[in-house]
T-cell receptor, first 113, second 111 residues
Framework: DVKVTQSSRYLVKRTGEKVFLECVQD?????MFWYRQDPGLGLRLIYF???????EKGDIPEGYSVSREKKERFSLILESASTNQTSMYLC????????????FGPGTRLTVL | QKEVEQDPGPLSVPEGAIVSLNCTYS??????FMWYRQYSRKGPELLMY????GNKEDGRFTAQVDKSSKYISLFIRDSQPSDSATYLC???????????FGTGTRLQVTL
């Protein structure tokens, strides 16, 4: 079974703090993704990575950066958290192929006060 | 206009009903179509995928794709309270690894 884990289920941070969200997958997948999910807006892609040290901007990269130093780990960084970054953050991984099925972690509910 | 449109619901049906969930899309390059199910406070999980037009059945679930109309559907027969979840459609082109998601439809199956 594919397993994608995220470092925290719930996180509360203050405006201006630097925030790290960690994601680990155990299936040797090349691709990893970070999304945020908001009511009425669905899943929006922030960044994705198709290999170690490789990254590509998604639809809403502003205010975020990422790091992928090892194949199994993909980190999302909020350089200076703001209240409009309060959201559910979901990590996913996949292996390139016909279907590119993405496997999701349980999500991190981030609240920025 | 969004690339993928999905009615957010909520959709409330009695147990045993047939449920129809739908998405429309505008990008004719989409070739692979998926349905994800997301329970409350969990990540989405893949329910079904189809390639190009046609039907695919898996137990109580049937996925249907009509590429000429740019319309996909998920049918749930004999719906159960355990089917209560948000259903997200997703699609991709042949070469891309990125998925484009609908906003999700929240389904409630009542006893």
């Amino acid at each position: 079974d594919v397993k994608v884990t995220q470092s925290s289920r719930y996180l509360v941070k203050r405006t201006g703090e630097k925030v790290f969200l960690e994601c680990v997958q155990d299936m040797d997948h090349e691709n990893m993704f970070w999304y945020r999910q908001d009511p009425g807006l669905g899943l929006r892609l922030i960044y994705f990575s198709y290999d170690v040290k490789m990254k590509e901007k998604g639809d809403i990269p502003e205010g975020y950066s990422v790091s992928r130093e090892k194949k199994e780990r993909f980190s999302l960084i909020l350089e200076s958290a703001s209240t409009n970054q309060t959201s559910m953050y979901l990590c996913a991984s996949s292996s390139p192929g016909r279907t590119d099925t993405q496997y999701f972690g349980p999500g991190t509910r981030l609240t920025v006060l | 206009q969004k690339e993928v449109e999905q009615d957010p619901g909520p959709l409330s049906v009695p147990e045993g009903a047939i449920v129809s969930l739908n998405c429309t899309y505008s990008n004719s390059a989409f070739q692979y179509f998926m349905w994800y199910r997301q329970y409350s406070r969990k990540g989405p999980e893949l329910l079904m995928y189809t390639y190009s037009s046609g039907n695919k059945e898996d137990g109580r679930f049937t996925a249907q794709v009509d590429k000429s109309s740019k319309y996909i559907s998920l049918f749930i027969r004999d719906s159960q309270p355990s089917d209560s979840a948000t259903y997200l459609c997703a699609m991709k082109t042949g070469t891309a690894s990125k998925l484009t998601f609908g906003t999700g439809t929240r389904l409630q199956v009542t006893l």
